[in-house]
């Protein structure tokens, strides 16, 4: 059990080390990234988040004597570097948000050529498998790793807005594959290593990030959850299912917000106030309460999803989308009802 608490331990630890040494830094020079309509905190909250997590991620994963630096692994690291630099960049001065999505979509092509890839993909409803090793196959492939990669990092992004929020949500998804690791049908020790690191890193972060913050993600911190959580799917064995479960809160919203984006006739990567968590700041919760909310739902999913097989999966997915998306049908009608009153 050391081989997985010794690197939790030093992750964790790393964690708090860099937040605590690049705090006073941020705050002599008065680093509070730019301001936006749709932020809710003021100055003296900083976005170092991104920077703390990504340098203790790769720092523990350097002096872990258990793990072999794979191509693959080496891919993850050099891509957690390189959304970081982009996410810096747009916390400081806010990137256009075809220049965002190129980044990531060329992280994502990246750790695909050093060989993070999608050999195969069940049927959700027979459990049957289609096979991607095959020849021919290499598109369709990397399309599905571009894919998946650009949309967890975007799920995750997009919901960090809330103290504790993205975070808390990471957190538990990570804990939900270092577990599904140690499935028999899975059997990833160096995925439930890996998985450890970023649980400690995660959870060191959140230390400094529980409401009320003292800092935050950024852009670069939510892109490095986002990042971990997509390739870490796909490390263990192509778990997509299972993560796409665990983390049905943002994806939903997700859809939610491009949905009304494309009803309003705006462009679908345009920030603005229609996340869930907004309308719901909106209507009175306080960030706290949606904090437990969001986590209390992705625990009882991250049970299920633990413990059911793929067509139990389908159909648990379904029914959460199902609620949720009438969950938020309902905030927006009272929220639209108010407005008009």
């Known amino acids: 059990m050391l081989k997985y608490l010794t690197p939790f331990l030093e992750a964790f630890f790393f964690t708090i080390f860099s937040i605590s040494a690049i705090l006073p830094l941020a705050k002599k020079i008065h680093w ?18 991104g920077i703390a997590m990504v340098l203790a991620f790769n720092l523990a994963i350097l002096v872990n004597g258990n793990l072999v630096l ?8 050099v891509a957690s570097v390189i959304l970081m630099l982009v996410g810096v960049w747009d916390d400081v001065r806010e990137l256009f ?37 095959l020849e021919g196959t290499v598109l369709i492939s990397l399309a599905l790793v571009v894919f998946w990669i650009v949309f967890v990092i975007n799920a995750i992004n997009w919901i960090d807005g809330v103290d504790g929020l993205s975070g808390g949500i990471s957190l ?16 990833q ?9 970023l649980f400690g890193v995660i959870l060191g972060f959140l230390v400094f990030n529980f409401n009320p913050a003292r800092i ?3 852009t670069s911190g939510a892109m490095f959850m986002g990042l971990a959580l997509a390739i870490l799917a796909i490390f263990s064995g192509t778990k997509i299912a299972t993560a796409i479960l665990v983390l049905v809160i943002p994806i939903i919203d997700f859809i939610w917000v491009i949905g009304e984006r494309i009803k309003n006739k705006q462009p679908i990567f345009r920030p603005d106030n229609n996340h869930l968590h907004h309308k719901l700041l909106e209507i009175g ?25 793929t067509i139990g999966k389908s159909v648990t997915l379904i029914v959460s989308i199902s609620i949720m998306l009438f969950a938020s049908f309902l905030i927006t009608k009272k929220l639209a009802k108010r407005g008009k009153s």
């Not at 509070?32 to 988040?49: C, E, L, M, N, P």
């Not at 538990?172 to 059997?187: Q, Y």
């Open 70 to 77: 794979t191509p693959e692994l080496l891919g993850f690291m």
């Open 285 to 309: 919760w306080s960030q706290k309460k949606i904090a437990t909310y969001y986590y209390a739902v992705t625990i009882i999913i991250a049970l299920i999803a633990l413990h059911t097989k």
């Open 172 to 187: 538990i998804s990570i804990g939900t594959i270092f577990f599904l690791s140690f499935k028999p049908e899975v059997n």
């Open 216 to 218: 935050l993600a950024g």
């Open 189 to 197: 020790p160096p995925v439930a290593i890996i998985s450890s690191i």
């Open 97 to 133: 948000w075809k220049t965002q999505l190129f980044f990531q979509m060329a992280a994502a092509f990246f750790v695909f050529i050093v060989g993070v890839r999608i050999y195969y993909i069940t049927n959700p409803l027979t459990g049957g498998v289609f096979n991607l090793d």
């Open 32 to 49: 509070s990234g730019r301001k936006a309509v749709r932020h809710i905190h003021k100055d003296g909250v900083y976005r170092i988040g």
